[in-house]
């Protein structure tokens, strides 16, 4: 099943026209989190309450802006070792990113080379003797792929061959830390190219602390692409194309979601991709139901205008200047809070993006 939004997004955005510039700010290179901190849980947390000052605490205070009744969703989506290197037939060097898995020998990736490869290229992979590539088409920015000479299933050869993925922002080669680190303790659904990164903060303690306070912890599945790092090429928001993700909401979300909403619970999203889940989930309901079970691909993009159904807190990192995630972001606290508080974060020197620090958001009521 397909959720295309884009029939809907004349009603869901602002009548004023806004330009990708709207959602930049300067940014210090040395807030650029380049390794998580030494143990989890002990980033700052900036609390962001509609109409209060902004507060400064660790990440471990978010147990008491919980309470019983409340429930908690997490992306249990698993980061594979979606980076590969190795060289064309001809001998030019090439690295492959993995966006999807689309078969049990197939896949689309990016491929960064002197020359893009052509259709019947085949490719070789470092670690890997046997095992080629062959170069079958392209779906716009990706390539279509055949993996031939597998030993074993895609995902355990990637497990061998592969290197972590880690951002383009992030200056430096993968390292075996980063195998654990850049990756939830909650992981399970193998399939992510990128980190749910809000959800790097927790641990099991920390988990175990928030269901003893009575707050329900439920999961859904977004498989985060490398499409979640492509800028935005256009000028005027509204003329940006999402690129599409596979997510699994299941009835077992969609129940407990309801329960607490009717006993007067709030749903917090641990990251963006949880709310890009649950409002598609929402949407593709109708006005049947508040949320309704879905499975298939998301193109859903929440800019300012968007009017939430589900989510009513937001735990999630700091995201990079005009990218979507902060568009979102904008969409859910409002513009005006969200540029004040990364100026903010930038003058306490919150350390940003994937291993960086965390934000609580409460939803806006009107934006």
Known sequence: MSFDCSA????LIVSARM??????????????A??????RGTSRLLKVRQGQPFMDASFGDLLHELRAGDVMVLNNTKVVPARMFGQKESGGRIEVLLERVTGEDSLLAQIRASRAPKPGQKLMIDGDDQVRLTVLGRQDTFFELQVNGLQASLFDWLERVGHMPLPPYIERADEHSDQERYQTVFAEQKGAVAAPTAGLH????????IRDKGVEIVTITLHVGAGTYQPVRVNSVEEHVMHSEYIEVSDAACKAIIAAKQHGGRVLAVGTTVVRSLETAARAAGDAALIAPFTGDTDIF?????????????????HLPESTLLMLVSAFAGP??????????ITQKYRFFSYGDAMLLERAASV
């Open 34 to 39: 380049q390794y998580p901190p030494e143990k």
């Open 202 to 209: 927790y641990d099991d303690t920390l988990l175990a602390a």
């Open 336 to 345: 005006e809070t969200i540029r004040s508080a990364y100026q903010h974060a």
């Open 19 to 32: 330009n990708v510039s709207d959602f930049t700010y300067d940014l210090p290179d040395e807030l650029i």
């Open 8 to 11: 809907q997004i004349e009603d």
């Open 302 to 318: 929440i800019y300012p205008g968007f009017q939430f159904k589900v989510v009513d807190l937001l735990q999630t990192n700091f």
